[in-house]
C-alpha cells in the first residue's frame, strides 16, 4: 500500500513567512523608537498652535489699555470671549483664558473659553472674569515663562476638568514685564489622535513598500533559485531513466551557489557513469558481495543504532554496540511492554557475516513480538528457541539475556539464554545469580528458566557480550570478568551513559592499537526509584550516598559544597551522639528551596536551642561551632520529636530552574 506523502510547505512560502515576520518586527521596534518622537512632533504643532492662539486673542484685545477695558467694559469682554471661543474650535483647543497673578501667586481669571458648549458653561462658571484660584505652587510652566523668557512653556494637567497638555504664555508690556498669562489647553485625547494618524500613515506607507519588495523579491527567488532547483531535482529523480541521456545546463548569466549546483550535479553525473564503469569491470562475484555487505550494513545500521540512550521516570538506560566488521552479530533492543515495564535484550549471534545479520534479526524480532504479547520471559524465549530451531538449516544459534524492570516497584525480571551473567551494580558490584540456560538454536527444548530481584534506587544491570570480557591486549592476556567488576566498581553512582562509555574506553585502552576481533556490546539499566530516600547505617561511609544526592541534583558548585558542609555536620552531630541504629535521609527542591530531612530514632537532641549561646571556647570546639555554622548557611532549621524519633529538616534557598 503506498503511503500518503507527508505535508510539505513550498520554500516561497517560508520565504514569504520569513519576510512577513522581519517586517512586523522591523515595524514594531519602528513604532517603539518613534512613539516618543511623534508625541513631541504633534506637542511642538500644537505649540505654534498656541502662540498663533495668544496672537490672535491679543489681537482682538488690543494693546495694554485693551487689558484695562477688559476688565472695566462687560460688552468688550463679551467680544473677547466670543473671539476665544472661536479660536477653541478652530484650533482644536479645549479651554483658552486668561489670567494675572497676584503677590501670593493667586490666578485672578479675565476671560475663560471653551470650545464646546458645556465645558464653555462650566468655565464661565467657575473661571469666568473675576474668579480667583488661590494655589499653593505655581506650575512649572508657569515658572518658565514668567522667570526664563520663555514664549510658551506646558505642563500635562489631569483634574476634574480634564487630562490635557496646558501651554502657559506670557503677555508683556513694552518694558518687557509680564501683564497677564494665557493659558491654551489641548486634550490630550486630540494629540494620541494626532498621533494616531501620522502613524497610520507611515504603517500604509510601509506596507505597500513591503508588499512591492515582497512581490518582486518571490518573483526573482522562484525564477533565479526555485526553478533551477525544481530542474535539477527532477533530473536527479529520473537519473537511472535516463542516465543515457546527455544533460547539459543552460549557460547562466550570474555565477552563484545555485550555478554551483548545477555544476556539481553535472560534475556528479559523469563521476557516476564512470564509477559504473568500474564496477562493471570487476569481477561479478566480488561486486556481488560488496554490495550484499553495504546493504546489509545500512539495514543492520537502520534496525540496531551504534548507541540509545533512554530515560523515563524510575529507569536510565544507555546501550551501544560497536561491530568488529562491516556486520557485526551483537544486539540489543530497548522497548516498552507497558507504560511501567521496560525490556533491555542484549544477544550474541554465532558466526560473522551477513548470514549471522539476517539471523540476528529474525532472532531481535521473534522476541519483541513474543516479550510484547504478554508472555512471561521464560516462556517467550522457549516459544522463540523453538520456532528457530525448528527452522535453522544452518545450524545457527543466539546467546541472549532479557530483562524487565517495573519502573515503579524497581522489580528487575530476567531470564537468560546461554548468555553471560550481567553485572549487578549494587554498594557491592557482583555478577548476577542466574540460570545459565541454552542458546537459543540448538535445541527444541531448552528450558529456559526466570527469576527476579528488587532493586534499589541508583541500583541496576550491566549487560555485556564476550566481546568485551574476551578482549586481547598485546600481551595476549584477556580483559577478562575481575576487570569489568572493577572498572564499574569505579563509577557505580554515575548514569547509565557514563558506565557505559566508561567500560568501552577501559576496554579499548586494555586492547590498544591491536585491532577489534569481535563485537562489543553492552547496555546498562538503571532503577531510578525514590532517589531522594535513602535508609542509611549511622556511620560516616554512609554519607557518601548522600553527597552523590546532592552532586546529582545540583553538579559540583559553590552552592552544592555548602549544602554538603551543613549535611555533613549535620549528619556527624547524629552519627556520634543519637546513638541510633538507623538514619533515614529524604531530599525535595521545590519553588526554588532544597529541603533536607533527617530521621533517627537515637536519643533526643535538639541542635537549635543547643546552639552557642553562652559557651567557651573548649565547648565550641566539640561542636557548637558546626551547629552555629550550620544555622548560617540555612534558610530555616526545623527540630521535632515526633513518634519517638528526631526530625530534623534543613532548607536552603537554590535557584529556580
Same mark, same amino acid.
Given at each position: 500500500m503506498k503511503k500518503s506523502k507527508s505535508l510539505r510547505v513550498p520554500i516561497l512560502l517560508k520565504i514569504a513567512s520569513l519576510f512577513v515576520i522581519g517586517q512586523i518586527l522591523s515595524l514594531v521596534v519602528f513604532l517603539v523608537f518613534s512613539n516618543n518622537y511623534l508625541v513631541k512632533k504633534a506637542i511642538e504643532e500644537k505649540k505654534d498652535s498656541a502662540l498663533a492662539s495668544r496672537l490672535a486673542l491679543m489681537t482682538s484685545i488690543g494693546s495694554e489699555e485693551g487689558l484695562i477695558q477688559l476688565s472695566e467694559d462687560s460688552d468688550f469682554r463679551s467680544s473677547v470671549h466670543k473671539t476665544a471661543r472661536w479660536i477653541c474650535q478652530n484650533m482644536q483647543f479645549r479651554y483658552l483664558y486668561m489670567y494675572t497673578l497676584d503677590e501670593k501667586n493667586s490666578r485672578h481669571y479675565l476671560i475663560c473659553a471653551a470650545a464646546d458648549d458645556e465645558d464653555n458653561k462650566i468655565a464661565n462658571e467657575h473661571f469666568g472674569f473675576g474668579s480667583i484660584q488661590k494655589v499653593e505652587k505655581l506650575y512649572s510652566a508657569e515658572i518658565e515663562v514668567l522667570h526664563e523668557n520663555s514664549k510658551v512653556a506646558y505642563n500635562v494637567i489631569d483634574n476634574d476638568y480634564g487630562n490635557v497638555y496646558m501651554f502657559i504664555m506670557p503677555v508683556k508690556d513694552k518694558n518687557g514685564n509680564v501683564l497677564a498669562l494665557i493659558g491654551a489647553d489641548f486634550s490630550i485625547d486630540n494629540i494620541l489622535k494626532l498621533r494616531r494618524k501620522q502613524l497610520s500613515f507611515i504603517i500604509l506607507i510601509n506596507l505597500l513598500v513591503f508588499a512591492l519588495e515582497l512581490a518582486i523579491a518571490l518573483i526573482l527567488i522562484r525564477q533565479l533559485v526555485i526553478r533551477p532547483i525544481i530542474l535539477t531535482a527532477r533530473r536527479m529523480n529520473r537519473f537511472v531513466a535516463d542516465r543515457d541521456i546527455s544533460f547539459v545546463s543552460k549557460k547562466r548569466i /550570474?555565477?552563484? $551557489?545555485i550555478s554551483d549546483i548545477e555544476n556539481s550535479f553535472q560534475k556528479m553525473e559523469t563521476d557516476i557513469f564512470d564509477y559504473i564503469k568500474k564496477i562493471e569491470s570487476l569481477s561479478y562475484e566480488k561486486a556481488q558481495n560488496t554490495a550484499q555487505l553495504e546493504i546489509a550494513q545500512k539495514i543492520q545500521n537502520g534496525i540496531i543504532p551504534e548507541e540509545m540512550n533512554i530515560s523515563g521516570r524510575g529507569y536510565d538506560i544507555f546501550s551501544c554496540m560497536h561491530p568488529a566488521q562491516e556486520v557485526g552479530g551483537d544486539f540489543y533492543d530497548i522497548f516498552n511492554i507497558t507504560k511501567e515495564k521496560i525490556c533491555v535484550v542484549v544477544g550474541d549471534i554465532s558466526g560473522k557475516g551477513i548470514a549471522a545479520a539476517l539471523f540476528m534479526a529474525i532472532v531481535k524480532t521473534v522476541i519483541k513480538s513474543k516479550v510484547i504479547s504478554g508472555n512471561r520471559l521464560s516462556i517467550a524465549l522457549n516459544e522463540v528457541n523453538r520456532e528457530i530451531a525448528l527452522s535453522n538449516p544452518e545450524n545457527m544459534f543466539a546467546t *541472549? /539475556? !532479557?530483562? *524487565?524492570?517495573?519502573? $515503579?516497584?524497581? $522489580? !528487575?525480571t530476567f531470564a537468560n539464554a546461554g548468555h553471560n551473567a550481567p553485572v549487578l551494580i549494587k554498594d557491592k558490584v557482583s555478577y548476577l545469580e542466574t540460570d545459565q540456560g541454552i542458546a537459543i538454536g540448538l535445541f527444541e527444548d531448552a528450558d529456559i528458566k526466570e527469576d527476579s530481584i528488587t532493586l534499589s534506587s541508583g541500583e541496576g544491570i550491566l549487560i555485556y #557480550?564476550?566481546?568485551i570480557t574476551e578482549s586481547i591486549n598485546s600481551e595476549k592476556k584477556q580483559y577478562g $570478568?575481575?576487570?569489568?567488576?572493577?572498572?564499574?566498581d569505579g563509577v557505580k553512582t554515575g548514569s547509565s551513559k557514563e558506565i557505559v562509555n566508561t567500560v568501552v574506553d577501559s576496554v579499548q585502552n586494555f586492547t590498544g592499537s591491536l585491532p577489534q576481533f569481535d563485537d562489543i556490546t553492552c547496555a546498562a539499566l538503571i532503577f531510578r526509584g525514590k532517589e531522594n530516600h535513602k535508609i542509611l547505617s549511622p556511620n560516616m561511609t554512609s554519607f557518601e550516598k548522600i553527597k552523590n544526592t546532592i552532586l546529582l541534583q /545540583?553538579?559540583? #558548585?559553590e552552592r552544592s559544597r555548602t549544602i554538603i558542609m551543613v549535611c555533613e555536620e549535620m549528619f556527624s552531630n547524629i552519627v556520634n551522639y543519637s546513638e541510633t541504629d538507623e538514619v533515614s535521609f529524604l531530599s525535595e527542591k521545590k519553588d526554588g528551596i532544597y529541603s533536607v530531612t533527617f530521621t533517627d530514632n537515637g536519643i533526643p537532641f535538639n541542635p537549635i536551642e543547643s546552639s552557642v549561646k553562652e559557651r567557651d571556647f573548649e565547648e565550641l570546639d566539640q561542636g557548637g561551632m558546626g551547629i552555629k555554622i550550620a544555622l548560617k548557611n540555612t534558610k530555616e532549621m526545623l527540630y521535632s520529636r515526633t513518634d519517638g524519633k528526631n526530625v530534623l529538616t534543613l532548607k536552603f534557598e537554590v535557584d529556580v530552574q
Open positions: /550570474f555565477k552563484d $551557489e *541472549v /539475556f !532479557l530483562a *524487565v524492570l517495573d519502573c $515503579e516497584t524497581g $522489580e !528487575l #557480550t564476550d566481546g $570478568e575481575e576487570s569489568l567488576a572493577q572498572t564499574i /545540583f553538579g559540583n #558548585t
